[in-house]
């Protein structure tokens, strides 16, 4: 995904080597001092967490959101990128759709405001049709949500899990919104 793009850039850019998780590169004696100072640059790039903006952190938000979700309900279960029979125009997007015993469980993912706002939105549109359903909403930090954005989520969602790399929260979450 884009974490493995990024560092494959960065090894690239900077002529080291990545074997098993081993960052390495070859000098010779006399051009061991640039070597060093390349190696340290590369290291420091990876590894510093400025260099995840904004568009890569959603991109890598939703891949492990996707990862952990098909790690606890099978793949043909979920209904990803889903509308309700009743949005016949399409307006509402659903990013998770999972038929329960009783009930389906809308799954949101938000990874920041501008999302916790439409996703607000699309669970009181919901409400508002009666739809008998638990929602569920999975951040990526609360500090990366406004507090008034936060608050209008919380009402409308059922559940949540502050952060999509809690895995057991959401393993346990989900397992009890689908057999209830």
Same mark, same amino acid.
């Given at each position: ?42 290291l ?26 098909h790690?606890i ?6 209904? $990803?990128? %889903?509308?309700?029979? +009743?949005?016949?125009? &399409?307006?509402?997007?659903?990013d998770? =759709?999972? !038929? ?6 809308l ?9 916790a ?7 009181? $549109?919901? %409400?508002?049709?009666k +739809?008998?359903?638990? &929602? ?5 930090? =609360?500090? !990366?949500?406004?507090n ?20 057991e ?12």
């Open positions: 995904g884009a974490r493995t793009e990024v560092l494959n850039q960065i090894i690239n850019e900077n002529g080291v080597y990545f074997d098993n998780g081993e960052i390495y590169t070859r000098s010779l004696e006399k051009d061991l001092t640039a070597t060093v100072f390349k190696l340290g640059q590369a420091t790039r990876i590894s510093d967490l400025g260099l995840w903006n904004k568009a890569r952190i959603k991109s890598t938000f939703y891949e492990d959101l996707d990862f952990n979700l790690r309900i099978p793949y043909q279960e979920i209904k $990803k990128d %889903a509308y309700l029979e +009743i949005d016949r125009e &399409k307006l509402f997007p659903i998770y =759709l999972v !038929n329960g015993e009783d009930k389906p469980l799954i949101f993912g938000v990874p920041d405001s501008s999302k706002r439409l996703a607000t939105i699309i669970m009181l $549109k919901v %409400a508002e049709w +739809i008998n359903c638990n &929602k569920m909403v999975v951040l990526n930090g =609360l500090e !990366n949500i406004g008034a954005d936060l608050e209008r989520l919380m009402d409308a969602a059922n559940d949540f899990v502050p952060k999509v790399t809690e895995f929260s959401m393993e346990r979450k989900i397992a009890e919104r689908l057999l209830h």
